[in-house]
């Protein structure tokens, strides 16, 4: 069952899609990996060598991961989109806001699924720092999304997950603020 598999598999595994590895990235977690030749710890940021290829060597272990706790009261949204419910996502987009006297004082902001690792938008993240929360200024700062380098497989194009990138990273934002409760892709029918 899932609740018994351990987090360093999924994240060595490292599938661009996996919620994991995009909440690592966000996260700016750091893993920590031991072999012959000591223990050393890895950021996270630096952990994918590749597609589907961790920065270990063959005879190292995870054996622990680390991630740094953001203020209380922090908001966070995590949104992805899949072709079928239940399916790795296509594009998924992980947002997390410290807003403080109605100003963003600090934002994190990863796109999963969109490239051969999670990419972490820090143009994004440094357009809205210091900013008030608003749908403009999260569409406007999202846009760079769309010039991510994307991949192409049978699921979406390259053009298609930059697309998605630019509006999932949007509405996560808005969820995160609280500004999307009434928006119209997030009713119910």
Known sequence: PRNRGTIGGPLCHLDPAAELVSVAAAHD??????????????????FPAGYLTPAIELNELVTAVRFPLWPAGHKA???EFARRHGDFAIV????LLEIT???IARA??????????????????????????SGALFAKACEW?????????IHATADYRQHLAAVLSRRALEK??????????????
């Open 77 to 79: 949204a995590f949104i």
């Open 176 to 189: 995160a603020a609280g500004l999307a409760d009434n928006a119209p892709w997030n009713r119910k029918h």
């Open 145 to 153: 999304c769309r010039s991510i380098e994307a991949l192409a497989d």
């Open 29 to 46: 977690a750091t893993v920590t990996v031991e072999g012959p030749n000591g223990r050393r710890e890895i950021e996270f940021k630096d």
């Open 92 to 95: 998924s987009a992980a947002a």
């Open 108 to 133: 994190s902001v990863t796109i999963g699924g969109v490239a051969v690792a999670p990419v972490r938008a820090s143009e994004v993240e440094q357009a809205i720092v210091g900013q008030a929360p």
């Open 101 to 103: 006297g109605g100003t």
